[in-house]
């Protein structure tokens, strides 16, 4: 039996202040942590400028992903947010108000230890709503010359990730871990942010590392490791890249459910995953409020035990030239279905299969039993709003021909039905006595939206 947990938002129990030096920047600030209502998300306030605005992380802020995530928009913009986004996350608190009295939170050690702990002096606590998660449920996949990610439906949130360089491999790394906050602060939060000794240079050129050093970065110079304290994990630099993974995913407004496998990471390439989430789950959403204003689709009724024409074009998503059947004569509780197809000369396949020959396609048989489950299965799931996408077919046996003037009976029956996704069925056509096609069809259940 699953069961399902509700959790709670979270937020702080009072503020927490800390204080420190921008790592770009190089700038003074001080950051405070403030409680904040149910549904109010993370929020990000700069008291430094006119009429204190605000900005909240979102996909479409982010506005700068060279070796850190900026966000901008207007006129404000809050960079290297990935590390104190990181440690709320890790946490688990969804609601906080972020102040800044400068453009960057402090890098303080390089790592989102300092966060956790100012977050746990914080004290979070539970409220009243709960989190609303995205469940990924469909693979996606980005990637950039030799670095890509994917992400696959995972019941919870787990990070597989492999970290190497074009320097001969000598920093290649690799980790994956079930993200909880468990696992979080103990594996995840300490690691600190790295450089690799000849980038240096360009990125002083570039505006960036005003503040940084070796008290809150480890640089690599060729197989040697520079650092004011020895390494916290043998694989520390994956595991900042991990952390920076759950710093910018952040950007979704909503805790993941999946599973990332990312090889060689960057922010670059965090961004691309998470808009490509993001642009799902708003499109998921936006189908959702569209199916709320349409009136329901037309589903099979328990005591209908026949179908008409006009019953099949009303539950299947098939037009011409690719309907068919032609009639339900029998359906047979939740499990069994009789459907016939009238095999007419008409038909436009019998042109080219073949001349002078005309023999029924026997993937058009396949096809025919592949819509005659779909409207078993949609029965067996009072399907409203719900397609039938047919997956596979196993142990297909062709053993006559169908010609012109047959009349193909098709027989269905529903072998299996797993959560309400995944289906298998068995089915066979015959014309009179004779058994002219069978085979194994697997089917998987999507909304009509998507």
Do not use: W
Request: charged share 25%.
């Amino acid at each position: 039996m699953i069961v399902s947990i509700v959790m709670k938002q979270r937020t702080i129990h009072h503020e927490a202040s800390i204080k420190g030096k921008g790592l770009h920047t190089g700038e003074e600030v001080q950051m405070t942590l403030k409680p904040a209502p149910d549904n109010h998300g993370v929020v990000f306030r700069r008291v430094d400028l006119y009429g204190k605005p605000e900005i909240k992380p979102n996909a479409e802020v982010v506005s700068d992903i060279m070796r850190s995530t900026s966000i901008s928009s207007g006129h404000i913009t809050i960079n290297t947010v990935e590390h104190i986004l990181s440690a709320l996350s890790g946490t688990e608190v969804d609601n906080v108000l972020i102040e800044l009295d400068a453009s960057e939170p402090p890098i303080l050690d390089g790592s989102a230890k300092p966060f956790v702990q100012l977050i746990q002096k914080a004290e979070p606590i539970e409220q009243e709503a709960e989190r609303d998660f995205f469940e990924l449920k469909e693979p996606v996949s980005v990637s950039r010359g030799n670095s890509s990610y994917i992400a696959l439906p995972h019941n919870g949130l787990k990070i597989t990730c492999t970290l190497t360089d074009d320097r001969g491999g000598s920093h290649t790394q690799h980790l994956s871990l079930d993200i909880n906050s468990q696992s979080y602060i103990a594996d995840i939060a300490p690691a600190r942010t790295f450089a690799f000794f000849e980038e240096v240079e360009s990125l002083r050129q570039m505006g960036k590392i005003r503040g940084g050093s070796l008290d809150n970065a480890i640089l690599i110079k060729g197989d040697t490791i520079l650092s004011k304290e020895p390494l916290r994990f043998k694989d520390e630099l994956v595991r900042h890249k991990i952390l920076d993974i759950l710093g910018d995913i952040t950007h979704l407004g909503k805790p993941l459910r999946a599973h990332i496998i990312a090889v060689r990471p960057s922010h670059a390439l965090n961004h691309a995953l998470t808009q490509a989430i993001y642009d799902i789950m708003r499109a998921e959403s936006n189908g959702r409020q569209k199916k709320e204003k349409q009136t329901p689709s037309v589903i099979v009724a328990p005591e209908e035990t026949a179908l008409d024409i006009r019953g099949i074009l009303d539950l299947l998503p098939h037009r011409y030239p690719f309907v068919m059947i032609d009639r339900v004569t029998d359906i047979k509780g939740d499990s069994e279905l009789v459907a016939i197809k009238n095999v007419s000369i008409n038909e436009p396949y019998f042109q080219g299969h073949y001349p002078g020959r005309p023999i029924m396609p026997a993937v058009l048989q396949i096809e025919a039993m592949a819509q005659a489950a779909g409207v078993l299965l949609l029965r067996r799931i009072s399907g409203d709003g719900k397609v039938a996408l047919f997956m596979s077919c196993d142990k297909v046996k062709l053993r006559h021909p169908v010609v012109p003037g047959d009349q193909l009976e098709i027989q269905v029956k529903l072998d299996k039905v797993r959560g309400g996704k995944i289906a298998k069925a068995s089915a066979i056509c015959k014309v009179g006595k004779k058994n002219v096609s069978s085979c194994e069809l697997m089917f998987a259940l999507v909304d009509d939206t998507d």
